[in-house]
């Protein structure tokens, strides 16, 4: 019961829960964007929650088509005119992919309404447009926003126990510096 107890125990749940590698990815042309993403398709496991932030055009759909392909499931992947979510099944024995364009989904009811926490587990589940409305699906996410015209920056914030273990920093920090 001492005071140094307490505060470390008020203070280490939200320090330790979001990670940042240092540095910022740039991506030059549609090519990198989707090379990258490959790489960084290639570290998910099922139960990953993605949510890709930016503006109309900045790149999130371009960016999926890589992460679809270091998967390694089914495309091709799209932007969707009717779609709200699609799923693309492996090939190679891993995880689906669901991909998921929120921008016109009315909110939070509608989201449930695709009934996402049935494949939350064994896929991996990527939210365009998922920044405020998508953060609770699961226990932690990974936050992918891209800015910037031609050439994209891409900033990583992992929240949640998967995307601050130390394995998964690591990985992500490689990511980051060999951009
Ligand atoms: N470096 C780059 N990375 C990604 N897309 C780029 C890049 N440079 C130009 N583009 C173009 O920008 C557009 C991105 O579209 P899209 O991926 O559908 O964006 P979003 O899904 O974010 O609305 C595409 O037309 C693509 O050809
Ligand atoms: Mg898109």
Redesign the pocket.
């Known amino acids: 019961m001492t005071a140094g107890l307490s505060t470390a125990h008020q203070m280490s749940p939200e320090i330790a829960d979001v990670f940042r590698p240092a540095g910022q990815v740039m991506?030059?042309?549609?090519d990198?964007?989707q090379a990258w993403g490959a790489r960084l398709g290639a570290l998910l496991k099922a139960g990953d929650l993605l949510l890709?932030t930016?503006?109309?055009?900045?790149?999130?759909?371009?960016?999926?088509q890589g992460i679809a392909a270091g998967l390694g499931v089914r495309g091709p992947v799209t932007?969707p005119t009717y779609v709200i979510a699609r799923v693309h099944p492996s090939i190679t024995g891993g995880p689906d992919l669901v991909h998921v364009d929120a921008y016109r989904l009315g909110g939070l009811a509608e989201l449930d309404d695709l009934d996402l926490d049935a494949s939350l587990e064994s896929a991996v589940t990527i939210v365009?447009w998922g920044h405020g409305v998508a953060e609770d699906l699961s226990e932690g996410y990974l936050e992918v926003t891209?800015r910037g015209y031609?050439?994209?920056t891409v900033d990583l914030v992992g929240h949640g126990a998967r995307w601050t273990d130390p394995a998964t920093a690591a990985a992500l920090d490689d990511l980051v510096s060999l951009a």
Request: hydrophobic letters at 35%.
């Open positions: 991506l030059r042309t549609v990198d964007t890709l930016g503006d109309l055009g900045a790149g999130k759909t371009t960016l999926t932007s365009e891209l031609d050439a994209r």
